[in-house]
């Protein structure tokens, strides 16, 4: 028996080099990323870290108060992990927003090490350990905006926000996107 099988992983675990469905979620469920430029934070720190060799991004959506990704984390941030440097980023990137549009109150907490708090903390981590997963969370992902309590589109090509594009009509309209079958 392995010496760290009883070790305790967080549900937000994840182990550098392994293929990942990831679900972050805006504290309270609060619907911050509804308007496009909280999701083109999100793009931007995907951009960054993927051009910096810490990550491989191969699907995502965007939803009104959480996030799917299906990524790859290739090493630290520093002392980071990935998934740490992306969260931290994109809440600096929301506080000076929120702080300009006098919105910044939304997201205040009681807490002894901050004043605001964008992502619930513990994001939801899943090992892909086949391509059948792979698939079935591919598919969860792009009809995610077709969901009836969200209906943000008719189509999965139809939403901006998400790689459904590139899978299903082989178009690239963001850079940081690399094909999941190639690790499957």
Known sequence: MPEDFFAYHRKSYIEIGEVYFWTATINQWQKLLLEDRYKEII???????????????????????????????????????????????????FREVLRKEGKLGLYKVDAANKKHEFWQRDSLAIHLYSREVAFQKLNYIHNNPLAEHWQLTKAPCEYKYSSAKYYELNEKNFSFLKELWEVF
């Open 43 to 93: 793009i931007s720190s995907l951009e960054y870290l993927t051009n910096a060799g810490k990550i491989d991004v191969y699907a995502f959506v965007i939803m009104p108060n959480h996030i799917h990704l299906i990524w790859k984390t290739n090493e630290l941030n520093g002392k980071e992990t990935a998934q740490g440097s992306f969260l931290k980023y994109t809440a600096h990137a």
